[in-house]
């Protein structure tokens, strides 16, 4: 596995892997099976799969966890060797970063809602770091997780509006046994917060059933589904941030007459870590 520690690194090893296709895999380091999952699908699409590691500065708030943001480069790297990725780049944030740049991507409305509307300025900053990548690298393939919804969505826009020539791919979320999704941020969880993270799924998922089973058909009836999760996460210790019942297409809260496939896309605070996490929802109208 090659490693690149800056951009003319980077540029000397790119050539050898071509005319093979090559496939991107951005993640901030701290690596875990989630990540994993992302490598082995790259290797599945064919070509060379090639993994960025860094913290990003530019997607942190004034008062969020950039200073304590795991950080394990050497760990990352075993990890990547083991999993069979063809390059890892690991560049400086003075290269990729520069202290005098200020042109960033603007990520339009939907940049400015859910996680966005907690975190003023995340989306800009996630689309400038990855649109960087993208010049880069010049993948023809790019994956994100799942988990990241509204991530991955704007991810895909920005490819669209922009004209960008890669493919990008979300890839299912990961998660643990008793159902919670892999983040790097559960590590913050002390023990009893870690046992109790289980419901935030859990919740999501019984409320993805209850809908499926008796789609809601008037907007009481949204309002109460989302009112009683709310009031399930609050009962159950969590401090909900937001609860959205998303159309795919527009990712705009989805109105009636409610499409097919609904995501049910939530965040919450445990203690000082903030969650979050996403369901499908898939109902069949046709029986309403
Ligand atoms: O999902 C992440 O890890 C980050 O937001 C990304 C896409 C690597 C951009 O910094």
């Given at each position: 596995?090659?490693?690149?520690r800056?951009?003319?690194?980077?540029?000397?090893?790119?050539?050898?892997?071509?005319?093979?296709?090559?496939?991107?895999?951005?993640?901030?380091?701290?690596?875990?099976?989630?990540?994993?999952?992302?490598?082995?699908?790259?290797?599945?699409?064919?070509?060379?799969?090639?993994?960025?590691?860094?913290?990003?500065?530019?997607?942190?708030?004034?008062?969020?966890?950039?200073?304590?943001?795991?950080?394990?480069?050497?760990?990352?790297?075993?990890?990547?060797?083991?999993?069979?990725?063809?390059?890892?780049?690991?560049?400086?944030p003075?290269?990729i970063?520069?202290?005098?740049?200020?042109?960033?991507?603007?990520?339009?409305?939907?940049?400015?809602?859910?996680c966005?509307?907690?975190?003023p300025g995340?989306?800009?900053?996630?689309?400038?770091?990855?649109?960087?990548?993208?010049?880069?690298?010049g993948?023809?393939?790019?994956?994100?997780g799942?988990?990241?919804?509204?991530?991955?969505?704007l991810?895909?826009?920005m490819?669209?509006?922009?004209?960008?020539?890669?493919?990008?791919?979300g890839?299912?979320?990961?998660?643990?046994?008793d159902?919670l999704?892999?983040s790097s941020?559960?590590?913050?969880?002390?023990?009893?917060?870690?046992?109790?993270?289980?419901?935030?799924p859990?919740?999501?998922?019984?409320?993805?059933?209850?809908?499926?089973?008796?789609?809601?058909?008037?907007?009481?009836?949204?309002?109460?589904l989302r009112t009683?999760?709310?009031?399930?996460?609050?009962r159950?210790?969590?401090?909900?941030?937001?609860?959205?019942f998303?159309?795919?297409?527009?990712?705009?809260?989805?109105?009636?007459?409610?499409?097919?496939r609904?995501?049910?896309?939530?965040?919450?605070?445990?203690?000082?870590?903030?969650?979050?996490?996403?369901?499908?929802?898939?109902?069949?109208?046709?029986?309403?």
């Amino acid at each position: 596995m090659r490693i690149a520690r800056s951009f003319a690194e980077l540029r000397s090893f790119l050539p050898a892997f071509r005319p093979h296709p090559l496939c991107l895999v951005p993640t901030m380091g701290a690596l875990h099976e989630g990540h994993g999952a992302l490598v082995d699908r790259g290797r599945s699409e064919g070509g060379f799969v090639a993994v960025s590691i860094f913290v990003n500065p530019l997607q942190f708030g004034p008062t969020e966890d950039l200073g304590r943001y795991p950080r394990t480069p050497e760990k990352d790297i075993e990890f990547l060797e083991k999993k069979g990725a063809d390059l890892v780049f690991l560049p400086s944030p003075e290269e990729i970063v520069p202290r005098d740049a200020t042109i960033t991507v603007n990520p339009g409305p939907v940049g400015a809602l859910y996680c966005g509307a907690s975190r003023p300025g995340h989306f800009e900053g996630v689309l400038t770091i990855v649109l960087k990548l993208f010049h880069l690298f010049g993948p023809d393939l790019a994956i994100f997780g799942e988990k990241d919804r509204q991530q991955l969505f704007l991810i895909q826009k920005m490819a669209r509006d922009l004209a960008l020539p890669v493919r990008v791919i979300g890839h299912p979320t990961i998660r643990e046994s008793d159902g919670l999704a892999l983040s790097s941020r559960n590590r913050y969880l002390n023990t009893e917060e870690r046992r109790r993270a289980t419901l935030f799924p859990h919740h999501l998922t019984t409320t993805k059933r209850r809908w499926e089973e008796t789609p809601p058909l008037t907007s009481e009836e949204l309002d109460s589904l989302r009112t009683d999760l709310e009031g399930k996460l609050s009962r159950e210790g969590f401090v909900v941030d937001y609860v959205a019942f998303v159309d795919p297409d527009t990712f705009r809260e989805a109105t009636l007459p409610l499409p097919r496939r609904v995501i049910l896309l939530a965040a919450v605070f445990l203690g000082k870590t903030r969650l979050i996490d996403n369901v499908v929802i898939e109902a069949d109208l046709s029986r309403v």
